[in-house]
Nanobody, 124 residues
Framework: QVQLVESGGGLVQAGDSLRLSCTGPGRTFSSHAMGWFRQAPGKEREFVATISRSSSTIVVADSVKGRFTISRDNAKNTLYLEMNSLKPEDTAVYYC?????????????????WGQGTQVTVSS
């Protein structure tokens, strides 16, 4: 398991943008495929986006496609989630996750390390 720390959440209005960051361990960050998930109150944690080690493969959930962009900078050991045109239904705790494989995955059970989460609240 690796330690992950998210940041960048906050309270915004509908239509605004936010960028989430997730910092991981220096020596091994680039060896992990990474993902973003979110969990709204009373709901299960759901997949948002995933990116391979080299950024060559990216998958984004249909619910955020065209609005959210996942990226990573291995030199800075950081994963990003750029969120544009935010909607009230995007309100959730957002988690970054790492898996000990190079291939991407869209299910929570495929990931073995999780951050503590960062709250994103979008008001209408």
């Amino acid at each position: 398991q690796v330690q992950l720390v998210e940041s960048g959440g906050g309270l915004v209005q509908a239509g605004d943008s936010l960028r989430l960051s997730c910092t991981g361990p220096g020596r091994t960050f680039s060896s992990h495929a990474m993902g973003w998930f979110r969990q709204a109150p009373g709901k299960e944690r759901e997949f948002v986006a995933t990116i391979s080690r080299s950024s060559s493969t990216i998958v984004v959930a249909d619910s955020v496609k065209g609005r959210f962009t996942i990226s990573r900078d291995n030199a800075k050991n950081t994963l990003y989630l750029e969120m544009n045109s935010l909607k009230p239904e995007d309100t959730a705790v957002y988690y970054c996750a790492a898996r000990s494989y190079s291939s991407i995955a869209t299910t929570t059970r495929a990931y073995d390390s999780w951050g503590q989460g960062t709250q994103v609240t979008v008001s209408s």
